[in-house]
């Protein structure tokens, strides 16, 4: 017979190479058939609940990396939920309105003017149903488990009229209103816009410096003195209402050749130099908060314009007094509204003024200019003229300037509830304790939510008016609109007049005819998400209201986290969720935003096709994903050789547990070896750490490292290092093999169960070829955690080995690199410990040759004189010398005893030994020449 028929070596099927982008679509499948998600749902049933409230992903296009960092993140918790005990079911989502949908049409040709509105409509819906699937199938593709055949969808009727609701608990308590705020407008295309429409371009503003008189110093100053503005839009002074200052800033009056102006202290040299001041003299400093309630005459109109303070004031350019017209710009609305001046917007739709602009009326506004130049400079006000260029924003479409105009909105009023909000921000569990304070100082600093919106593609706004033109939103027509909506879907509102629309029999003071009719603007789709906890947490019975976790990237706080907690406490006076976890954005492997324009993009797919998802989710879990995280093929690469790593241990730990019964073959505990002992010991920290300090703390880094450093440092680099000289080794039923095979099973069994979250493929992979009751490793259970009495000491004395071990490693290193030995097999080590490392070598138990991998190893008495050539350690010193003797056939050590045996005379008395005990057809027929 062969001689390597004599050992014990490790046959396995579990193949070497994964091929996961072919087979990971099978097991999926396989997955889908069996029903795994049902069947985990099943053995959680009666649990404690664990409910991660899925952020809806905006249904258009395929996914890409920011997607799959969210999504996987996401699973990798819900998994290792359900194997921790919990019932955690997973409900995926779409956010499916909004702009958008309507770009993707447009550009298809779809013509929204040659059609009605419901039909329109329903080309938008049939256009996100198809982007649903085709994510989907993204998602799946990834591995993520979960309802896919029954997520939430934003446009389907039970949710539209779910958000109707909170709509209307938010109206009947009083948080919605009418009123008019600035927003982004294009005269050319006579439509408000919203971001995502803006692009900008350079273009040429005249930049103009305006005396406004002091008409009220409230005794601190003279009416001879002028508060000075900068503005690059002479074009919105007709709409100016105030002057703003910084309340902290220092200002100065000076006087300029008899005439008295007022500045910020800090720009007076920059101004001066612009205006054209030469011989100025300061005559006196005043504090920004004493000018609040100041008044000023406006320059060619015969009314005031007050003195405001605001935080939007800046040094950064101007003079520190900024002019404000609260119609015109976002920051003057909301500082207007605090001091509660009107919102004046004399700019029709078509950007020509309306005659609230007196000597304006007719006149496009960017015409205006020049004239208001004229009429500033003839009043005496205009210090300076001059001309700049600039990045300002234009339509997309039309590629035309656009203005800011109030124009009529509806309004969540946030200040009637804000301190509830700001409540409830404080009782959250943010995982990442600066999320709290971001959301914190949002919502503390931010004016009314505006609800509105004048696109097409939207859940519309259920409000009706009567023929006076007062708003009509009471209980009884949001329950009924409600109910239509459940019924039908929002399209109906555009199918039926608003009387039909209407309960039936509906009477309103405001109506003496009988007629309605109805909103046409539609809601944000931030309003549309941000009811989920309604339409989703309280309306499926599989979930729980508040969720007890949101995780989405960091730009959610000023999104989903901002708008769901808004809602929620406006209605339900709770938070929706009971913690929150933010990531950061995927950049590439230099740190800079993905883009087609740098061809730095990657998408999943292509990562899958060539790697296979569970590289990607390998990834995900390798990243400290509180930041942003860097991501390139190299990198993906690097993950693979970690892959192959994982890979290959639990190949062997599986290879070489073939012929292990756990249930016959087990050696207890108390029976093993010290050093088995220590590595279930080890395998417990490693469990314990991957459970309390990875999953429950949701850091999947801590996972990562310690897999990887178990595997790589703990098995791979010691205990399966000398292992080979056992299992290989002994017969089939030697009890130190069968120590060592307890160990390796107990631990692949352990990291395969831990690996599931992360690497489900693969884990599925390798719980096939286990010997474990379930039939699937995802309807298992996380190990549990073991303590032992003598682990303590164990560790202590392992520990201390394993410093002992460096040094001798390095000792080998330098007989190797000296050309003394080859492999260590050919070394001889003798050792000269002290006292403590005597007595640690005694109390090991343990053949520290096997160990050391070496053929002899001599520990000589302490106290021997240490030779001149011995290699000094702390408490030990070394010396390295080659192996005599021959070297075993079998065992490939070197030992005097080859040849012992004279039927086998090219084994040594061990090897020997057992084939003779366990192979005696070798002894007889002797082996076949190499």
């Given at each position: 017979?062969?001689?390597?028929?004599?050992?014990?070596?490790?046959?396995?099927?579990?193949?070497?190479?994964?091929?996961?982008?072919?087979?990971?679509?099978?097991?999926?499948?396989?997955?889908?058939?069996?029903k795994?998600?049902?069947?985990?749902?099943?053995?959680?049933?009666?649990?404690?609940?664990?409910?991660?409230?899925?952020?809806?992903?905006?249904?258009?296009?395929?996914?890409?990396?920011?997607?799959?960092?969210?999504?996987?993140?996401?699973?990798?918790?819900?998994?290792?939920?359900?194997?921790?005990?919990?019932?955690?079911?997973?409900?995926?989502?779409?956010?499916?309105?909004?702009?958008?949908?309507?770009q993707?049409?447009?550009?298809?040709?779809?013509?929204?003017?040659?059609?009605?509105?419901?039909?329109?409509?329903?080309?938008?819906?049939?256009?996100?149903?198809?982007?649903?699937?085709?994510?989907?199938?993204?998602?799946?593709?990834?591995?993520?488990?979960?309802?896919?055949?029954?997520?939430?969808?934003?446009?389907?009727?039970?949710?539209?009229?779910?958000?109707?609701?909170?709509?209307?608990?938010?109206?009947?308590?009083?948080?919605?209103?009418?009123?008019?705020?600035?927003?982004?407008?294009?005269?050319?295309?006579?439509?408000?816009?919203?971001?995502?429409?803006?692009?900008?371009?350079?273009?040429?503003?005249?930049?103009?410096?305006?005396?406004?008189?002091?008409?009220?110093?409230?005794?601190?100053?003279?009416?001879?003195?002028?508060?000075v503005?900068w503005?690059?839009?002479?074009?919105?002074?007709?709409?100016?209402?105030?002057?703003?200052?910084?309340?902290?800033?220092?200002?100065?009056?000076?006087?300029?050749?008899?005439?008295?102006?007022?500045?910020?202290?800090?720009?007076?040299?920059?101004?001066?130099?612009?205006?054209?001041?030469?011989?100025?003299?300061?005559?006196q400093?005043?504090?920004?908060?004493?000018?609040?309630?100041?008044?000023?005459?406006?320059?060619?109109?015969?009314?005031?314009?007050?003195?405001?303070?605001?935080?939007?004031?800046?040094?950064?350019?101007?003079?520190?007094?900024?002019?404000?017209?609260?119609?015109?710009?976002?920051?003057?609305?909301?500082?207007?509204?605090?001091?509660n001046?009107?919102?004046?917007?004399?700019?029709?739709?078509?950007?020509?003024?309306?005659?609230?602009?007196?000597?304006f009326?007719?006149?496009?506004?960017?015409?205006?200019?020049?004239?208001i130049?004229?009429?500033?400079?003839?009043?005496?006000?205009?210090?300076?003229l001059?001309?700049?260029s600039?990045?300002?924003?234009?339509?997309?479409?039309?590629?035309?300037?656009?203005?800011?105009?109030?124009?009529?909105?509806?309004?969540?009023?946030?200040?009637?509830?804000?301190?509830?909000?700001?409540?409830?921000?404080?009782?959250?569990?943010?995982?990442?304790?600066?999320?709290?304070?971001?959301?914190?100082?949002?919502?503390?600093?931010?004016?009314?939510?505006?609800?509105?919106?004048?696109?097409?593609?939207?859940?519309?706004?259920?409000?009706?008016?009567?023929e006076?033109?007062?708003?009509?939103?009471?209980?009884?027509?949001?329950?009924?609109?409600?109910?239509l909506?459940?019924?039908?879907?929002?399209?109906?509102?555009?199918?039926?007049?608003?009387n039909?629309?209407?309960?039936?029999?509906?009477?309103?003071?405001?109506?003496?005819?009988?007629?309605?009719?109805?909103?046409?603007?539609?809601?944000?789709?931030?309003f549309?998400?941000?009811s989920?906890?309604?339409?989703?947490?309280?309306?499926?019975?599989?979930?729980?209201?508040?969720?007890?976790?949101?995780?989405?990237?960091?730009?959610?706080?000023?999104?989903?986290?901002?708008?769901?907690?808004?809602?929620?406490?406006?209605?339900?006076?709770?938070?929706p969720?009971?913690?929150?976890?933010?990531?950061?954005?995927?950049?590439?492997?230099?740190?800079?935003?993905?883009?087609?324009?740098?061809?730095?993009?990657?998408?999943?797919?292509?990562?899958?096709?060539?790697?296979?998802?569970?590289?990607?989710?390998?990834?995900?879990?390798?990243?400290?994903?509180?930041?942003?995280?860097?991501?390139?093929?190299d990198?993906?690469?690097?993950?693979?050789?970690?892959?192959?790593?994982?890979?290959?241990?639990?190949?062997?730990l599986?290879?070489?547990?073939?012929?292990?019964?756990?249930?016959?073959?087990?050696?207890?505990?108390?029976?093993?070896?010290?050093?088995?002992?220590?590595?279930?010991?080890?395998?417990?920290?490693?469990?314990?750490?991957?459970?309390?300090?990875g999953?429950?703390?949701?850091?999947?880094?801590?996972?990562?490292?310690?897999?990887?450093?178990?595997?790589?440092?703990?098995?791979?680099?010691?205990?399966?290092?000398?292992?080979?000289?056992?299992?290989?080794?002994?017969?089939?039923?030697?009890?130190?093999r069968?120590?060592?095979?307890t160990?390796?099973?107990?631990?692949?069994?352990?990291?395969?169960?831990l690996?599931?979250?992360?690497?489900?493929?693969?884990?599925?992979?390798?719980?096939?070829?286990?010997?474990?009751?379930?039939?699937?490793?995802?309807?298992?259970?996380?190990?549990?955690?073991?303590?032992?009495?003598?682990?303590a000491?164990?560790?202590?004395?392992?520990?201390?080995?394993?410093?002992?071990?460096?040094?001798?490693?390095?000792?080998?290193?330098?007989?190797?690199?000296?050309?003394?030995?080859?492999?260590?097999?050919e070394?001889?080590?003798i050792?000269?410990?002290?006292?403590?490392?005597?007595?640690?070598?005694?109390?090991?138990?343990?053949?520290?040759?096997?160990?050391?991998?070496?053929?002899q190893?001599?520990?000589?008495?302490?106290?021997?004189?240490?030779?001149?050539?011995?290699?000094?350690?702390?408490?030990?010193?070394?010396?390295?010398?080659?192996?005599?003797?021959?070297?075993?056939?079998?065992?490939?050590?070197?030992?005097?005893?080859?040849?012992?045996?004279?039927?086998?005379?090219?084994?040594?008395d061990?090897?020997?030994?057992?084939?003779?005990?366990?192979?005696?057809?070798?002894?007889?027929?002797?082996?076949?020449?190499?």
């Amino acid at each position: 017979m062969k001689m390597k028929e004599t050992l014990q070596l490790g046959k396995t099927a579990f193949p070497m190479r994964a091929n996961l982008p072919n087979r990971e679509g099978q097991w999926q499948q396989e997955w889908e058939q069996q029903k795994i998600y049902e069947k985990r749902q099943e053995l959680n049933e009666g649990k404690p609940s664990f409910v991660l409230h899925d952020g809806p992903p905006y249904a258009n296009g395929n996914i890409h990396l920011g997607h799959a960092l969210n999504k996987i993140s996401k699973d990798i918790i819900v998994r290792s939920k359900s194997m921790s005990g919990f019932r955690a079911p997973y409900v995926p989502g779409w956010d499916t309105h909004g702009l958008p949908i309507e770009q993707v049409l447009t550009n298809k040709g779809v013509d929204r003017k040659k059609m009605s509105r419901a039909e329109y409509l329903e080309k938008c819906r049939e256009y996100a149903l198809s982007q649903v699937d085709k994510q989907r199938e993204d998602f799946k593709r990834l591995g993520v488990s979960g309802d896919w055949e029954n997520p939430y969808i934003t446009l389907t009727a039970d949710y539209e009229a779910a958000q109707i609701r909170v709509f209307g608990k938010m109206a009947e308590k009083g948080y919605i209103y009418k009123g008019l705020k600035p927003i982004y407008w294009s005269p050319s295309s006579e439509s408000s816009l919203a971001e995502a429409e803006i692009e900008y371009k350079d273009i040429k503003s005249p930049s103009i410096f305006v005396a406004f008189k002091v008409k009220d110093g409230k005794g601190l100053l003279d009416t001879d003195t002028s508060f000075v503005i900068w503005t690059t839009t002479p074009w919105t002074l007709p709409a100016n209402l105030g002057i703003s200052a910084n309340a902290d800033f220092e200002y100065v009056v000076i006087n300029v050749e008899g005439n008295k102006y007022v500045v910020a202290k800090e720009l007076l040299t920059t101004v001066a130099e612009k205006i054209g001041w030469e011989n100025y003299e300061v005559v006196q400093e005043v504090k920004g908060s004493e000018l609040e309630y100041m008044t000023a005459q406006h320059p060619f109109y015969d009314r005031e314009s007050l003195v405001m303070v605001g935080d939007h004031v800046t040094l950064e350019a101007g003079t520190g007094l900024v002019h404000t017209a609260p119609g015109h710009g976002e920051d003057d609305y909301f500082v207007a509204r605090r001091y509660n001046l009107e919102v004046l917007s004399p700019v029709d739709g078509r950007g020509v003024y309306t005659d609230e602009a007196p000597g304006f009326e007719g006149i496009f506004y960017d015409k205006a200019n020049p004239m208001i130049t004229e009429l500033l400079e003839e009043k005496g006000a205009l210090l300076k003229l001059d001309f700049f260029s600039h990045s300002y924003p234009h339509d997309w479409r039309t590629k035309k300037p656009v203005i800011y105009r109030a124009t009529p909105q509806w309004f969540a009023s946030i200040d009637k509830f804000r301190a509830n909000i700001l409540s409830e921000v404080e009782k959250v569990d943010w995982i990442i304790p600066w999320g709290k304070t971001r959301l914190y100082n949002m919502i503390r600093d931010r004016g009314d939510w505006v609800i509105s919106r004048q696109r097409a593609w939207g859940v519309p706004l259920p409000v009706f008016y009567a023929e006076n033109g007062e708003a009509i939103i009471t209980p009884e027509t949001i329950e009924h609109v409600a109910n239509l909506f459940a019924e039908h879907g929002s399209k109906i509102w555009y199918e039926k007049e608003a009387n039909e629309l209407l309960p039936e029999g509906f009477t309103h003071e405001g109506s003496p005819n009988g007629q309605f009719t109805k909103e046409n603007d539609i809601m944000d789709v931030w309003f549309d998400s941000g009811s989920s906890h309604e339409a989703v947490l309280r309306g499926r019975e599989d979930l729980t209201f508040p969720a007890d976790m949101y995780l989405e990237g960091s730009d959610q706080y000023r999104g989903w986290f901002n708008s769901s907690i808004t809602t929620s406490v406006a209605i339900n006076e709770v938070a929706p969720y009971k913690s929150v976890l933010s990531q950061g954005f995927v950049l590439d492997g230099e740190g800079r935003k993905m883009s087609k324009s740098l061809g730095n993009v990657i998408i999943p797919e292509k990562v899958i096709n060539q790697m296979g998802a569970d590289i990607l989710r390998l990834w995900v879990s390798s990243v400290d994903y509180e930041a942003d995280v860097r991501v390139s093929m190299d990198i993906l690469s690097q993950i693979s050789e970690v892959y192959r790593k994982i890979r290959n241990t639990m190949r062997f730990l599986i290879a070489n547990t073939e012929d292990f019964d756990p249930k016959a073959n087990r050696v207890e505990y108390r029976e093993l070896r010290s050093v088995d002992k220590y590595m279930m010991v080890r395998l417990n920290q490693v469990i314990e750490t991957i459970k309390t300090k990875g999953y429950d703390e949701y850091s999947f880094s801590t996972v990562y490292k310690t897999v990887v450093n178990f595997c790589t440092t703990d098995l791979s680099a010691f205990y399966l290092d000398f292992a080979k000289d056992v299992v290989y080794i002994e017969g089939q039923n030697d009890f130190n093999r069968r120590c060592m095979q307890t160990v390796f099973y107990d631990t692949v069994v352990a990291l395969t169960k831990l690996l599931t979250p992360i690497l489900p493929h693969t884990s599925e992979e390798i719980w096939s070829f286990l010997k474990e009751e379930e039939d699937y490793v995802q309807l298992s259970e996380f190990p549990e955690v073991t303590h032992f009495e003598d682990e303590a000491a164990l560790l202590e004395e392992w520990e201390a080995f394993m410093s002992v071990r460096d040094d001798v490693l390095k000792a080998l290193e330098e007989a190797r690199n000296s050309k003394l030995i080859g492999k260590s097999f050919e070394a001889k080590l003798i050792l000269y410990p002290t006292d403590v490392t005597n007595t640690l070598f005694t109390s090991l138990d343990a053949d520290l040759a096997q160990i050391l991998i070496v053929s002899q190893l001599e520990v000589m008495p302490v106290g021997t004189e240490v030779p001149a050539e011995a290699m000094q350690f702390d408490g030990l010193a070394i010396v390295v010398e080659k192996a005599e003797g021959e070297t075993c056939d079998r065992c490939r050590a070197v030992k005097h005893d080859v040849g012992s045996h004279e039927s086998l005379p090219t084994l040594c008395d061990r090897c020997a030994t057992i084939v003779e005990e366990n192979f005696p057809e070798a002894v007889i027929e002797g082996f076949e020449a190499k």
